[in-house]
Nanobody
């Protein structure tokens, strides 16, 4: 069974940077879209960024465009986050193989999530 395992979360001060990683146990979704979602406390899971199986950018959420960069390197999806703000505090999830639109949280594979907390 394919697993996605995230790492790299933590506590940072506003204005600082953090990079999340997501490793797939198997590369079985050759033509899949990969994405990052996040879930703030008390809110639903929302789209952050998506890339195609070649690593080309599909889209970013408006609030992170220019600050976050998603990269796919072999079997690892990264999310480089710069100039973090308090509003970026959330649990971040990596995911692959959407059933429908890339910006909806309806994917086949999900990681367990990693907490990012930004202090102001």
């Amino acid at each position: 069974q394919v697993q996605l395992v995230e790492s790299g979360g933590g506590l940072v001060q506003a204005g600082n940077s953090l990079t999340l990683s997501c490793v797939a146990s198997q590369r079985t979704f050759v033509d899949s879209t990969w994405a990052w979602f996040r879930q703030r406390p008390g809110e639903v899971r929302t789209f952050v960024a998506a890339v195609d199986s070649s690593g080309r950018t599909i889209d970013y959420e408006d609030a992170v465009r220019g600050r976050f960069t998603a990269r796919l390197v072999k079997d690892t999806l990264y999310l480089q986050m710069k100039n973090l703000q308090a509003g970026d505090t959330a649990i971040y999830y990596c995911t692959a193989q959407p059933y429908g639109a890339y910006y909806l949280p309806d994917y086949h594979y999900w990681g367990q999530g990693t907490q990012v907390t930004v202090s102001s």
